[in-house]
């Protein structure tokens, strides 16, 4: 898996890398075809009571890239709910893929009367 974790207006500390990595480790658990992830984290200067930090992540996986971007007031906590919207997109497309042969419940219902 190749990793990039990369600041806009923001330097990216060895504190948080070790964060974004141990949040990672979740969705990586869930689903091991991870090919590429690139992670952006970014302070959005706006006012300075209307301070904005932002977290997106591009994850590759085969056959298809997953997008999630989510802002909040505090980085950490972006990272946090960014992770939850990750970990979910992940294990939905883990479902389909798992999904994709079964026979639909219509012809199920139709093959029994």
Same mark, same amino acid.
């Given at each position: ?18 964060? +974004?990595?141990?949040?990672? !480790? ?5 689903? $091991? =075809?991870?090919? /590429? ?5 970014? &302070? ?14 591009t994850l590759?996986?085969?056959?298809r890239d997953?997008? +999630?971007?989510?802002?909040? !007031? ?5 990272? $946090? =709910?960014?992770? /939850? ?5 992940? &294990? ?22």
């Amino acid at each position: 898996m190749n990793l990039t974790i990369s600041g806009h207006h923001l330097e990216v500390t060895p504190a948080l890398r070790e964060y +974004v990595l141990t949040k990672l !480790e979740r969705v990586t658990r869930h689903f $091991d =075809q991870v090919v /590429d992830v690139s992670v952006l984290l970014t &302070v959005e200067k706006l006012k300075e009571k209307e301070r904005r930090q932002r977290a997106e992540v591009t994850l590759h996986v085969k056959g298809r890239d997953i997008f +999630v971007e989510q802002s909040h !007031e505090d980085l950490y906590a972006a990272i $946090d =709910q960014l992770m /939850d919207k990750l970990d979910r997109q992940v &294990v939905r497309h883990k479902d389909r893929l798992q999904d994709h042969h079964h026979t639909a419940a219509k012809r199920l219902d139709a093959q029994v009367d």
